[in-house]
T-cell receptor, first 109, second 112 residues
Framework: DAKTTQPTSMDCAEGRAANLPCNHS???????VYWYRQIHSQGPQYIIH???NNETNEMASLIITEDRKSSTLILPHATLRDTAVYYC??????????FGKGTKLSVKP | NAGVTQTPKFQVLKTGQSMTLQCAQD?????MYWYRQDPGMGLRLIYY???????DKGEVPNGYNVSRLNKREFSLRLESAAPSQTSVYFC???????????FGSGTRLTVV
């Protein structure tokens, strides 16, 4: 079973920051938090991952709480093309992704 | 710059027929994976291969077999297709544990 819980859906206005929360209160110390997204019925796309520290790349930022019980994916300036299902996944040493149902983000004009 | 290539993109099978879904990656990745996605659901892991020469079961392996033909190719076989195997199948590859996966564009399989 997925070790993460996410809201089923969220809306965001175009041009604003999209903040997607994820709870992972039961993950162990060596489990990374990964974020993927799936646009329509395409294959999932890797966004970002982290262990303890906050991370940033060209797509997004990942903020992980100090106790590692939750995290937030931030899309700084959401566009209509960011409308997708976003998956927060805890990955252990074996490295296999276990997907939940994710959050359906709708970016609206 | 192909990444992960899956063939075919679409397939319709009759119950009881067999077929093999092909997957190839050109990124020199060690690990490869097969997932299925049913409507409105997340992806579920069928089988994976952590490295060339090894394969292991995932969450939902029943009714499937896999072959890691070489480092590039990882095939998924349905020996006797059932309507419950109607799904979208995704192949993925990664350098290894704790590295991002690259997914293919999927094979849409319907079993009637």
């Amino acid at each position: 079973d997925a070790k993460t819980t996410q809201p089923t859906s969220m809306d965001c206005a175009e041009g604003r920051a999209a903040n997607l929360p994820c709870n992972h209160s039961t993950i162990s110390g060596n489990e990374y938090v990964y974020w993927y997204r799936q646009i329509h019925s395409q294959g999932p796309q890797y966004i970002i991952h982290g262990l303890k520290n906050n991370e940033t790349n060209e797509m997004a930022s990942l903020i992980i709480t100090e106790d590692r019980k939750s995290s937030t994916l931030i899309l700084p300036h959401a566009t209509l093309r960011d409308t997708a299902v976003y998956y927060c996944i805890a990955v252990g040493s074996q490295g296999n992704l276990i997907f939940g149902k994710g959050t359906k983000l709708s970016v609206k004009p | 710059n192909a990444g992960v290539t899956q063939t075919p993109k679409f397939q319709v099978l009759k119950t009881g027929q067999s077929m093999t879904l092909q997957c190839a990656q050109d990124m020199n990745h060690n690990s490869m994976y097969w997932y299925r996605q049913d409507p409105g659901m997340g992806l579920r892991l069928i089988y994976y291969s952590a490295s060339e020469g090894t394969t292991d079961k995932g969450e939902v392996p029943n009714g499937y077999n896999v072959s890691r033909l070489n480092k590039r190719e990882f095939s998924l076989r349905l020996e006797s297709a059932a309507p419950s195997q109607t799904s979208v199948y995704f192949c993925a590859s990664s350098v290894g544990s704790n590295y991002g996966y690259t997914f293919g564009s999927g094979t849409r399989l319907t079993v009637v």
